[in-house]
């Protein structure tokens, strides 16, 4: 996700919910990054992260492991943690 970019925040959210419901996905893990944490106008990962959850509901996150960390490509934050998770 572009945590900066709120005019494309559905058309990313939408594009996840559609691979998770792909039934070959089932028991994968799934890193999503909430990218560029660092501009003053960025979503917060909780943010994304509560609203992947309510989008998507317990039906379909059942099947799958998953986690939104927040990140800076640039600066580098936040990557270390989610490659360790």
Known sequence: FDSNDQDRFREAL???K???A???LYGCVL????????????????EI???VAAELGT????WIRWEVFGCSVITG???EE???W
Do not use: C, H, I, S
């Not at 890193?31 to 909780?46: G, I, R, S, T, Y």
């Not at 039906?59 to 059942?62: A, G």
């Open 14 to 16: 939408d594009e996840l």
């Open 18 to 20: 559609r691979l998770m």
């Open 22 to 24: 792909e039934e070959k």
């Open 31 to 46: 890193l999503v990054w909430a990218n560029k944490q660092d501009l003053p106008n960025a979503m917060p990962a909780a």
């Open 49 to 51: 992260k509560a609203a």
């Open 59 to 62: 039906e379909q996150t059942v």
């Open 77 to 79: 934050d936040g990557m």
């Open 82 to 84: 989610g490659l360790d």
